[in-house]
Structures are given as C-alpha cells and as structure tokens.
C-alpha cells in the first residue's frame, strides 16, 4: 500500500517530463526544418542568379580584356575566369565561392564585391526603412479611415491618392520633387546623402548616416542627413503607402462585415472601439505579411529613386553595374536583394505564427 501513493505522485512528474520532452522536439523540429527551407529557398535563388548571369547577351571576358584583345589574350581570360569549364561545374563552383564570401571583384570599382554591397547596402537600408515607417504609419490609418466611411468624400479621396501612387513613375515625381522642393522653394536637401561640407565627419559605423552621427554625436551632420533624406523617403514611403492602405482598406471592409461587429454596434459599443479594437485587431496578421512584402519591396525598387537622387545605394551600385557590363557586382546585388526578400519574407512567417496560435 506504501507504494501506490509513491506511484501516483510519480505519475505527475513523468507526464510533465513527457509534454516537455514532445515540446522541445516540436520546437528542434520547427527549427530544422526552417533552416532547410531557407537552405533550399537560397539554392534556388543561387541557380536563378548564376544562368540568368549566363544567359544575359554581355560577355564578362571582353568586360574584362576589352574588345581589341587578341584571340590569345581573350582565352587566357576565359580559362583564367573558368568559363571553359563545364556550366554544372561553373556553377557549384559560384555556389562555393558565395558560401566562402567570395563574389568576385567588381569591374567598375575595382574592389571586391562584397566590400562594395557592404558600403553601398546601408544607404539603400537607410531609405527603406524611413520610407516603410511613412508608409505604415500614413498607409494604415488612411485604409482604416477610408473603409470605416466608405462611399463618403474621405474615402474618395484616399482612394484617389492610392491610384496615384500605383499610377505615377517612380522617376517623374522624383524630378518633380527635386525641381519643387529643393530647387525652387529649398526646404528640402539636393542629391546626394550629405552636402561635401559634412562628409567624413563622422566615422562609419553602422554605414547608415542617421546612426553615425548620433553615435558621433554630431546633431549638424545628422540634421544635414535627414535634410537630404526627407525627400526621397517620403517618396519611397507615398508608393509604400498606396499599397498598405489599399491592403488595410480592403481588410477592414472585410472585417466590418462581419456579424461580431454588428452585434458590437447593437449594444452600444462606441463606434472608435468597434474600429480600432474590434474590426482592426484581427487584421494586424495580414498587415505583417503586407508590410514585409512592401518593406523588400522598397529595397528592391529604390533603382529609379537613387538614381534621381544620386543616392550612393545598392541600387544606384546595380546600374552603375549594368550599364559597364560588371556581371559580378550584377550577380552580387541581385543575389542580396534576393536574400533580403527570403529573410523578410521568413520573419514575415514567424510573426504570422507568433501573433495566431492557428497558423502553428
């Protein structure tokens, strides 16, 4: 009889050890899996990269030996660059010089291309992530606004400032805003990131200008920064914004149609509860998918916007790249924006899963 007691306070114990023990597999589990399909999702973009590389009509030797050198100068280039090798064995062998860190050196700089991506990366950083905050913090408020008074002169409106920024050239209103803004009226910066008073004042950290001058703390070198910024964020963030409110008019829509809300309504609740708490609150895991998508977004289509603004990013890097037929710092660039899209884009899931018990 002794033992029976001793049993059952066992039994506990051994049950809890057993939840544990599945919990922690479940956990070791997940994360392999997501390690494999990063894995996975990353080779494929490596192959993607390395035959587009090889299919685009631009010769990387002659970029390299020009187009008067001899038969004999142009083989020893190509044998040199190990373009006389088989293509599946080009390509393991791109495939192990990525994983090394090593992705050639760039034609138009001279340097490496991973010293130029980790100079020119940041700055492009910088604006994005500027331009999302705009597009966020106007985009969703706009949508949520726009769906609760739908049909009215508001939400006209809002919709119209969301055709115009899926409608007008990224190019145009970046001429338009320098020609406006900085030539005629001065209130914002030129081209560039600082004026040539203020560069190297401030040692490179982060490679970001707002983060180094605070670090440095030079407020004259961090309010020239923004000055320069302002611009060509607000309109990176005025093509973020049309998008996400968009999205967020479309969801909200979809949540005030919904009968929990009508009974909210029937009882009494206030009408800036019902929008906020009720109606908003499930949205807010669609919109994290939304914001990622539209995050990698400006990070990949920034080309137009840096080049208006002589922005020194990576897309400004991309077609300085093209343009002198630099195939490695092509291939680099285009495989980091690639990478940002998966990392953004797996974040993007484990929020998701995160925020709704459902989705695990």
Known sequence: MSLEPQANLRQPGWAARGVGSRRVWRAANAIFWFIVTIALTFLGLLAITFFIGRVIPIDPVLSVVGDRATTQVYEAARQAMGLDRPLIVQFFSYVGDVISGNLGNSISTGRPVIVDLG?????????????????????????????AKQGSWIDQVIRVVGLLGYSVPAFWLGLVGLALFYARWRLVGGPGRLDIFYEGLVPSITGMILIDSIIAGNMDVFKNAVWHLVLPASILGF?????????????????????????ARVKGVPERVVIWRHAFYPIRIQLITVIGLSYAGLLEGSVMIETVFSWPGIGNYLTTALLNADMNAVLGATLVIGAVFIFINKISDVLYRVLDPRAR
Do not use: H, K, N, W
């Not at 992530?129 to 597009?135: P, R, S, V, Y």
């Not at 093509?239 to 009974?263: C, K, W």
């Open 239 to 263: 093509f973020s914004l049309a998008y996400i409110g968009r999205m967020t008019r479309s969801f909200m829509l979809d949540q005030l149609s919904q009968e929990f809300v009508t009974t």
């Open 119 to 147: 100079r020119f990366f940041p700055a492009t950083l910088e604006m994005a992530t500027l331009g999302i905050l705009i597009g966020v913090g106007l985009g969703v408020p706009m949508g949520v606004i726009a769906a």
